[in-house]
Antibody, heavy 120, light 109 residues
Framework: QVQLVESGGGVVQPGRSLRLSCAAS????????MHWVRQAAGKGLEWVAT????????FYADSVKGRFTISRDNFKNTLFLQMNSLRGEDTAVYYC?????????????WGQGTLVTVSS | QSVLTQPPSASGTPGQRITISCSGS????????VYWYQQLPGTAPKLLIY???QRPSGVPDRFSGSKSGTSASLAISGLRSDDEGDYFC??????????FGGGTKVTVL
């Protein structure tokens, strides 16, 4: 069974850091570009970051550029999102999602999400 | 990064056909594929349509997608009560980002 399972969410104070993980099972992560997408409560979907299948190319939304880092460990079949200098507006459910293939342009299959709450 | 434009809401009675539009520009919908997602209350988004008009296995043929120029549409025919939820479009933008539509809330009257 193909699964993406996010973990690492929780409550964190403004200015602190958090690292999210996305463990893939039933598929070989290195065959896919990967994305992080977030959704604040009652709001729409917001793209956060994308990494190429090999991790060599990374792209970020302006709202997180310089604060968040997407990375992957294809040997461990795991995607990461390092989030630094967190702000209240980063509060959201964070989803990892895989592309259809190695091409960057598709967001296809999603995990169940992990909630990040930034609050003092 | 801007968003793709969707109507905030759409509704219909059971059995009806409704359509949801998604408007973009030449740098996103006009030059890249469009994807559609269904998000039922309390769940993660689910892929409904990929590459403009393709359905993943398991998605009923009541759902169909189309694209023309810088706009795309999702049609739901034979509307059912369990179709109620939010629907989002997405496309890659040539600025090297993913754009999502603001979402359309579908209500079955």
């Amino acid at each position: 069974q193909v699964q993406l399972v996010e973990s690492g969410g929780g409550v964190v104070q403004p200015g602190r850091s958090l690292r999210l993980s996305c463990a893939a099972s039933g598929l070989t992560l290195s065959n896919y570009a990967m994305h992080w997408v977030r959704q604040a409560a009652g709001k729409g979907l917001e793209w956060v970051a994308t990494t190429s299948f090999d991790g060599d190319n990374k792209f970020y939304a302006d709202s997180v550029k310089g604060r968040f880092t997407i990375s992957r460990d294809n040997f461990k079949n795991t995607l990461f999102l390092q989030m630094n200098s967190l702000r209240g507006e980063d509060t959201a459910v964070y989803y990892c999602a895989r592309a259809l293939d190695t091409a960057l342009g598709s967001v296809a299959y999603w995990g169940q999400g992990t909630l990040v709450t930034v609050s003092s | 990064q801007s968003v793709l434009t969707q109507p905030p809401s759409a509704s219909g009675t059971p059995g009806q056909r409704i359509t949801i539009s998604c408007s973009g520009s030449s740098s996103n919908i006009g030059s890249n594929y469009v994807y559609w997602y269904q998000q039922l209350p309390g769940t993660a988004p689910k892929l409904l349509i990929y590459k403009n008009d393709q359905r993943p296995s398991g998605v009923p043929d009541r759902f169909s997608g189309s694209k023309s120029g810088t706009s795309a549409s999702l049609a739901i025919s034979g509307l059912r009560s369990d179709d109620e939820g939010d629907y989002f479009c997405a496309a890659w933008d040539d600025s090297l980002s993913v754009l999502f539509g603001g979402g359309t809330k579908v209500t079955v009257l």
